[in-house]
Every structure is written in C-alpha cells, then in structure tokens.
C-alpha cells in the first residue's frame, strides 16, 4: 500500500524565515503535486513534478523532487504571514487506474 | 482553466436521508475523483471513475455509491445518511499528466 508522510505536521515560524516541508513516499512514482489549503476552502495547486530532478519556484516557495530517495521538498523562503495555510503533498499512482494518494498534510502559521 | 464545480458549498440533511453530492467539470476529461477530508485524518478516496459508466472502489467506498451518466458529471451518493459521514466532501477531475488534478470548491456536509 502506497504512503505518503510530510513532515512536520505542525510548523509555526516566524516571518523573515526560511524552513522545509518533506514529504517522503513509499512506493515508485514520477508525478508529484503540492497543495495549499486555506481554512475552509478547497485545494489550490501549487506546483506539478514530473521528473526526478525537477525543481519549481514560484514567488518565496520552491519544490522539489527526487524520485531515487522517494522524497519531495516544499522550502520557504524569508516566510511571510500571507503564506500561512496547510500545505499538502501528493503522489500520483496506477494502481488499477491513476489516483491520487495525499500526505497528511503540514499545518503552517507564520506569525509577524 | 479548468473549472470544477459543486453544487452546493455547505449541506444538512437528517440520518437516513438519501444525499446526492453532484460535481461537474467543464473539460471533456475522463477520469474524475470523489475525496473526504476530515481533522487528523486528511484526504481519503472514495470512488473514482475513468469514464463514462466506469467507476472504481477507493479506500473508504463504504455507504457511498457513485453515478457517471455524462463525461462531465460525477455523483456521488449517501444511499441512507449517518452522522459519521459528516465531512467535508472534494471533487477532483484530472486535468492531465502535465497540469495535474484540478479540485472543486468542496461541499461541507452535516448529517444530523
């Protein structure tokens, strides 16, 4: 069964701030997508990887994915309060047909 | 863009009712998703379907059912409502290898 796990779970920081988001999956796959969340409302895309080594930046977020260690990063860079929402990874697999499998996803409050 | 659409932002019924969530995508794609989310347990599959009159079991199908009569309509059906399936409820359509999943703007739903 395919597992999908972010860390942290919870992740409070200050504004000006840099940190990572992981998210680590367990079985093979070469299509990985990032999320934001805000209270409430539904799932805006963030960013789509589709090959090992590929990195995306958008603004003060930048993903990226290798598929040898299994392992996506979402870094922020110098956080900013508007960034605060819950951030989701998610892997894309064939199993029977193509599906989504979510990670637990990173709760982030960037306080002033 | 892509547009997926949910008919109602936020429902009540009563146990036992029979509950119709509708989800319509305006793209001609093929394989659309039916998810859950809930506190602490994040986002879990339902159904999905990858055409017209084709649909899946996902994780957690159980008390659910699903209709797919036109590509651009997915339903997705609470045969007799209970009070554990108070949720928020996501629709996705599959937008493309490249591009990703597109998600609707989520039906909260309370059964009482």
Redesign the interface.
Known sequence: ELKVEQNPLFLSMQEGKNYTIYCNYSTTSD?L?W?RQDP????E?LF?L?SNGAVKQEGRLMASLDTKARLSTLHITAAVHDLSATY?C?V?VLQ??????????TRLTINP | DVKVTQSSRYLVKRTGEKVFLECVQDMDHENMFWYRQDPGLGLRLIYFSYDVKMKEKGDIPEGYSVSREKKERFSLILESASTNQTSMYLCASQTGLVYGYTFGSGTRLTVV
């Open positions: 299509r997508y999320y409430g409302k539904s799932l895309s789509v589709l989701f998610a894309d029977g047909a193509q599906k989504l499998v979510f990670g637990q996803g």
